[in-house]
């Protein structure tokens, strides 16, 4: 039963604000949105009673954040209007909360107790990835986080210490690193998965890459180091590439090389459980879920050092076309490296759960309730 909330009839327990969620491409922070939220909800009736979800107003027809099953509140104002509003100290969430939970850096304004969650310093560490406006909003976002909230929620330790590292006056007892799951996709559906290779027409072995299509993925690289490689092998080989377009997304035809779009997780997993190597290059980030997702599922991994591939994985420097196309050869053709980085990466990912995600998020809102 979904529970309106308008300021009038009740309090909220525990806010969290999931605009992500309304993005058109929500990208690796709307799957930790969507994924802690279903972890909580999951958890007790007790915790899915205390969660209010609250976004911007959606238009035509059932709200998607309904699917929950736990209480929701809208803006009556569209996204672009309510965080530019919220930019300028307007529009908060109109009803009193124990917590208010800022799963991404689009945090509103509030007298309650504030958490923010940020998943990387991607616009300063490669602002040439973003554009002029996203670096700005980013910025300012980053600023009126680290202002106003009481704790910031970090993905990884990384990204902890360049927030210290920052010039932000950040102190580590406001810092908290909170790992994200890798258990999401679900059983492999293997008929789907087959019926999915066979429309792209993909009949032998392939490389697979995971993530939104956008500068900082680096996918041109990747490409062009594949492409170094796939005439060395007998047997047909390709790269296919999953994930929506972001901005400024490149997907002209090259050879070889598939893109297959958005994949619902099943056929996600069975896909990740089929590649003769899963590849993610990216210059930065604040985690790396394809990473996870991919050793949870027994893939041989070759990535840049991203925070989920510390072990486990095959490490190349993402800026180094080659480093690239030697690691795909020998991930493809190292029988002995590939048993090794299965073992390794099944080792790395143990326990990694959505539910040790969720019960770290509620042990971190007692603490503030406690202060």
Known sequence: MITPVDGHDRDAGVTLVVEQLRRPVAGGIGTYARELVRALVTTSEE???????????????????????????????????MTRMWE????????????????SLASPPTRDPLVVTIHDLAFRTHPET?????????ERALLRATKHAAYIVVPSAQVNQQLLDAGLSLTQDRVRVINEGADHLG????????????????????????GTIEPRKNLGRLIAAFGEIRDDYDDPLVLVICGPNGWMANTDPTPGVIFAG???????????????????VPLEEGFGLPVAEAMFHGAVVLASPVPSATSGAYLVDPQDT??????????????????????????????RTWAKTAAEHLALWDEVRGR
């Open 187 to 210: 059983v492999a559906d293997q008929d789907k998965t087959d019926e999915l290779l066979g429309r792209l027409g993909v009949v032998g072995r392939f490389v697979l890459s995971v």
């Open 130 to 138: 973003f554009t002029s406006h996203g670096r700005r909003w980013h």
């Open 88 to 103: 300028l100290g307007l529009f908060g969430p109109p009803f009193k909360s124990s917590v208010v939970h800022a799963l």
């Open 322 to 351: 080659q480093a690239i196309a030697d690691g795909l050869s020998q991930t493809l053709t190292d029988e002995v490296l590939r048993a090794e980085l299965r073992r390794e990466a099944l080792a790395a990912i143990a326990g």
């Open 262 to 280: 958005h994949v619902a997780g099943p056929v996600l997993a069975g896909l990740y459980q089929r590649a003769a190597v899963v590849a993610y």
């Open 47 to 81: 915790v899915a009673q205390q969660i209010v979800l609250y976004a911007s107003r959606h238009l035509g027809g059932a709200d998607p954040l309904a699917e929950f099953g736990c209480a929701l509140a809208t803006s009556p104002l569209p996204g672009p209007l």
